[in-house]
């Protein structure tokens, strides 16, 4: 079927975050994989659910990644309910078993949008999949292959920017492609389009591609970990729409449909996340997903043991509790520590520590990424986030190293940072792990608790409370034991 180009308005919206006001007015055309209008296509899409009765058991199958918690908010239930209808399930489960046929207690809400899902999780995130698709031949034949950007490192090819922007923020360059594709052609048009603003964000600070994919690849996490973790059940859209994500829905799928809420309008969006939308411009692209919808998160996932990333018998401060691995919102992956006595970003002495065995697999400004199975691969099995560790003695790509061995001394290089601290967070095959979770960040027996918000929350072993502070007062105050 012919593509078809679509010309979408995108209205003004106004945010109530601390950057203010987004003006958003370019105008985007929308390539898409049929013949049919986006008035059309929501004549039928999405499909409606029934009205169920409140608790009505409903079946599911799990899907990768699926948690209780998650599960409890996807069906507007609780995780007793889920485990009175499915006492198969043991007390200490974590992650469940994809494939496991489940009984769902659901609680009925209005303005759940579509069942039909984009592409599976493993193919969202930079994880083992990404390991077998080659974007360099993708981009042969449109804008996107002779496209180069200046940045502080050099002139980058799409290529390069594309690479950067999924290793930071470990989104599938795949995915990076398919909305760059499906919103400009990027891959079948030689004219590049004549804006600096790719995705609508006119922010100052966000020109050209490599920006405009940073904003991309954040907004797609948002809407990814959000479900993932239970905390996303809705978004609204310019014009005033709102839709809940259906129950049934995966992760890699909301994260999409998140993204392009931000950026089309509604009618738009319903064409592009319903059959022969996105899902068929992906398959143009990479082939079926769903011929390669590999497990990428098992059931029932153990965090091997880690140490504290700090010497046995030094005193740190537990300065910023579970927030952002990479970007700002989702995921609440990372937590911070600072050398006590540390003011500003004045040279520490203390050295961060592995907080175990493994391989140094990447490094980079402020940044060491330690490959816990040694295969010398970020995308696969476990990997650790260290970030703001000083260049100055810092490990090299390739060192083995065992835990409590240094890696680099803490400062503020690196990303954004007000003060002299290490960040450091989880990945397991290219997915971020939720520092607070049915799998929680666990150092020597201290478990990572949220709080309020961003930045807040506590350490916990036994009776004992650390409690974030990134002020570093004495009652974040932690030793690592001897």
Known sequence: MKNLTLI???LAFITTSCSGTLPVSNQIPVIGQSTTSPSEARLGFPPTREVYEPGELVDYVAQSGDTLPSLASHFNTSVDEIRAANPIIPLDATTMPAGLPMKMPIYYLPLWGTSHQIIPDSHFVYGPVSLKKDIGKVITNGWLNNYREPRPEGNLTSQQIITQVSQHFSVSPMVLVLFIEGLYEGTTNTTTPDTEYLFGYNNPNNKGVYMQLVWL???LNNGYYGWRGGTLKEFEFPDGHIERPDPWQNAGTVGIQYALSKIVDYDTYQYLVNEGGFSTTYTNLFGDPWADASIHIEGSLQQPPMALPFSAGKVWNYTGGPHTGWGEGQPFAAIDFAPSGVKGCSN???WVTAV???VIVRTGTGE????LDRDGLEQTGWVI???HLSNIGQLK??????TGQNLGLPSCEGGTSTGTHVHIARKYNGEWILADSVLPFNMDGWIVRNGSQAYKGSLVRNSLVVTASSKAE??????ADQ
Do not use: C, M
Request: glycine share 10%; net charge negative.
């Open 348 to 350: 520490a002495e203390d």
């Open 385 to 387: 986030f260290y970030l």
């Open 397 to 402: 790509a390739g060192q083995k190293v065992v």
């Open 474 to 479: 004495g009652f974040s105050a932690i030793e």
């Open 356 to 358: 175990a065995d493994g």
């Open 368 to 371: 060491v990424w330690l490959d």
């Open 8 to 10: 979408v308005s995108l």
């Open 217 to 219: 690849a954040n907004e």
